[in-house]
């Protein structure tokens, strides 16, 4: 309890002073309200104009707007025919209106810490269940079930499409989460939040934890979710440090991920820098303590294969992240120690081992889906967008798309009130189902978004398969697949992979239901 308080006089003391210090005497009139993150330039008037992007990620309007600034989300892409289909369809992508002027949503930090840490006011149903790895560790699904249902299993006979929400590294279901469980219930989505090991309520029965980067185990989820629900779409939605899991499972099962197409919400890419210096240090001290409490009922069974008081007596992530994976003579730890070396280079050594199997980004040319990155200039998590941001990634594969906003924070992206907002409901009324919540005043822009752009890369594929059996009509071939509509599946096996070698009926072990 005592490490909660001072944790919580850390925080206010990091709203308070430390955003407005780096920006005293400066001389610039409004520095200090820009540290904190909160902007007084009132809402432009806008028609409807659709935002591109240069290399330096300024945003550049095209179309019928008043004034430059008004365009608050600039889409960056390498031309193609489904990023003008986006550009065309997707109408959400340019209706951002950020809250602004002297309100804590317009402050990128407080907003951020809104999202992670304010309880939800909705309590959402969960079913969990409880998957066994071939090695006999466990990690959960949970799925989120209407409160009015009262069957707790949906039939496997369901078309309805399945989303697949991977949340942060360090287990934290967020506001955000469960916001996006609901909405995505109102459209008929069947939202399953991946749980690792030991995160969340899930039983930790090895004494193997996931890696950062290490897609194994969603793998095997990813084949249970086919499993049980083999006629609908799967998507996939990841949340800040999560995106790293979703990045290295679509980069190694490439065409065979059986994802139509993903989004990564304020994902962190350069992930071994940001654990290295991407955070200051009461966040990193916060976010140790945090991981340290959660891997406290392990700490005897941990002590068996890693020093346990190294791992309890860390105070930043990387220190965490060493101690529980890097220790020399840790099994599955890269041995690039030699003769004669200290160490300091030993560990540094294995530290940059690690991180070539796990930073997100190794096998990205693989990656075979639309996967659209929802990112703010003004992220106290993430850093800045120019050094943190992989642009010419976005410039140069026509898989990836960055959809960057001025204002947001990290899975922030508050908006004005509905009165106020320039039409974003109405933009998403296309979509939208009858019960869904949008253009209520706590419905999150990106959930938004993402809707929006999952049914739009649907429809384009959609298209694209008409056309090719159209085609194939006329030469006389008499339209391979009988007109079936597009599904993004695959039977091969993801590549370096060996099969599965238990039965799927075992792959889970019990379930239960609980409100979150």
Not at 3 to 11: D, F, G, K
Not at 266 to 273: A, D, G, H, Y
Not at 285 to 314: H, N, P
Not at 474 to 503: I, Q
Request: charged share 20%; glycine share 8%.
């Amino acid at each position: 309890m005592l490490e909660w308080l001072v944790a919580l006089c850390i925080l206010i003391l990091l709203v308070f002073i430390w955003p407005g210090s780096k920006y005293f005497g400066t001389g610039q009139p409004d520095t200090l309200l820009r540290g904190l993150g909160i902007s007084q330039r009132a809402a432009k008037d806008r028609t409807g104009g659709r935002c591109v992007s240069d290399r330096d990620a300024q945003p550049v309007c095209v179309g019928p707007v008043t004034d430059e600034k008004a365009c608050s989300a600039a889409l960056i892409c390498k031309p193609s025919a489904l990023a003008n289909y986006l550009q065309k369809h997707c109408r959400t992508f340019s209706n951002y209106s950020p809250c602004v002027g002297w309100t804590w949503r317009a402050s990128a930090f407080l907003q951020s810490v809104y999202e992670a840490c304010w309880p939800y006011e909705k309590p959402i149903q969960f079913v969990r269940d409880n998957l066994q790895l071939s090695d006999d560790g466990l990690v959960s699904l949970d799925w989120a079930v209407p409160s009015y249902q009262k069957r707790r299993r949906t039939s496997s006979h369901s078309t309805s499409p399945v989303l697949l929400i991977i949340p942060n590294s360090f287990g934290k279901i967020t506001r955000n989460v469960l916001k996006l469980c609901e909405m995505a219930l109102s459209h008929g989505y069947l939202p399953a939040v991946f749980n690792r090991r030991s995160h969340n309520g899930t039983p930790l029965t090895t004494i193997k934890l996931q890696q950062f980067g290490d897609p194994t185990d969603l793998r095997e989820a990813v084949r249970y979710i086919r499993y049980r629900q083999p006629a609908g779409r799967l998507y996939a939605v990841s949340e800040s440090s999560g995106s790293g899991l979703l990045l290295s499972y679509l980069g190694e099962c490439g065409s065979s991920s059986y994802v139509t197409a993903a989004v990564c919400l304020s994902p962190v890419f350069r992930c071994q820098n940001w654990f290295d210096n991407g955070l200051c240090w009461p966040l990193q001290w916060l976010l140790a303590l945090y991981q340290k409490i959660c891997l406290g009922r392990y700490r005897t069974a941990l002590g068996e294969t890693m020093q346990a008081d190294v791992l309890f007596s860390s105070c930043s992530l990387r220190s965490v992240e060493e101690a529980l994976f890097c220790q020399t003579g840790r099994v599955g730890c890269t041995q690039a120690a030699t003769t004669g070396t200290n160490s300091s280079s030993n560990a540094s050594t294995v530290w940059d081992a690690y991180w070539e199997r796990n930073e997100p980004l190794r096998d990205v040319d693989e990656v075979a889906i639309p996967v659209l990155s929802v990112c703010a200039k003004d992220d106290p998590i993430r850093g800045d967008a120019q050094t943190t941001l992989p642009l010419e990634l976005f410039e140069t594969n026509p898989h990836f798309f960055l959809l960057l906003t001025d204002h947001g924070g990290h899975c922030g992206f508050s908006t004005q009130s509905e009165r106020r907002a320039t039409g974003a409901s109405g933009a998403f009324g296309s979509v939208a189902a009858p019960n869904s919540a949008v253009g209520s005043n706590d419905t999150n822009w990106s959930h938004i978004v993402l809707l929006e752009f999952f049914r739009a890369t649907t429809d384009f594929f959609n298209a694209e398969e008409r056309a090719k059996q159209l085609a194939a009509k006329r030469r006389g071939l008499g339209g391979v697949g009988g007109g079936r509509a597009f599904r993004h599946r695959s039977v091969s096996t993801c590549k370096r992979v060996p099969a599965c070698s238990h039965n799927i009926h075992a792959i889970y072990n019990w379930q239960r239901s609980y409100t979150r």
